[in-house]
């Protein structure tokens, strides 16, 4: 079974921290990892990664994938409180499917 | 349109009673996925349709729940006799057909919350 482990759980930091989110994942047909954020609705896009040790980078954001390890971080430097939300892990497979972590709740606080 | 949309945002129902969930996809978006999401936890996978056919439904938790997508466009997911483990959020998703060859990214609706009494 396809299985998707994100820690730390929850994460509590200030504005200006730089955070980490871990990943680790154990699928079959592996085809791409993604990273959503998800705030009170709808989660949204923001990394995908096929290849290990390339780096996706967007502003404070960058992700990078370990295939060797099975493993993805995301990093978020000099946080803000509009990052505050659930970061949401997800593997696909060739078949096409999605399996998700249970997500990191990140808060911060002014 | 412009987004997923699902309806209705909010449902109450009693234990027992037959629930319908609508996904309005993103037009021409080949694939579509439907996810159970429990508070604080991620998005469970239910099932999945490439047009009109439903390719994967090993996520339904029960007999209870059927989805269809007869056209290829709108889905519908049912859940009959609800019970109380059954509230949730009920999110659906959609991928083009290029993004979803290439692994890439869900376009979510903002979710069905479920709440059974």
């Known amino acids: 079974e396809d299985k998707v482990v994100q820690s730390p759980l929850s994460l509590v930091v200030h504005e200006g921290d730089t955070v980490t989110l871990n990943c680790s994942y154990e699928?079959?047909?592996?085809?791409?990892l993604l990273w959503y954020k998800q705030e009170k609705k709808a989660p949204t896009f923001l990394f995908m990664l096929?290849?290990?040790?390339i780096e996706k980078k967007s502003g404070r954001l960058s992700s990078i994938l370990d295939k060797k390890e099975l493993f993805s971080i995301l990093n978020i430097t000099a946080t803000q409180t509009g990052d505050s939300a659930i970061y949401l892990c997800?593997?696909?497979?060739?078949?096409?499917?999605?399996?998700f972590g249970d997500g990191t709740t990140l808060t911060v606080k002014p | 349109g412009a987004g997923v949309s699902q309806s209705p945002r909010y449902k109450v129902a009693k234990r027992g009673q037959d629930v319908a969930l609508r996904c309005d996809p993103i037009?021409?978006?080949?694939?579509l996925f439907w996810y159970q999401q429990a508070l604080g936890q991620g998005p469970e996978f239910l099932t999945y349709?490439?047009?009109?056919?439903?390719?994967?439904k090993s996520g339904l938790p029960s007999d209870r729940f059927f989805a269809e997508r007869p056209e290829g466009s709108v889905s519908t997911l049912k859940i009959q006799r609800t019970q109380q483990e059954d509230s949730a959020v009920y999110l659906c998703?959609?991928?083009?057909?290029?993004?979803?060859?290439?692994?890439?990214?869900?376009?979510f609706g903002e979710g069905s919350r479920l709440t059974v009494l």
């Open positions: 997800a593997v696909v497979t060739n078949a096409g499917k999605s399996t």
């Open positions: 349709f490439q047009n009109e056919a439903q390719l994967d």
């Open positions: 037009s021409g978006h080949v694939s």
């Open positions: 998703a959609s991928s083009s057909r290029d993004s979803g060859r290439a692994g890439g990214e869900l376009f």
């Open positions: 096929t290849s290990s040790g």
């Open positions: 699928v079959t047909n592996f085809r791409s």
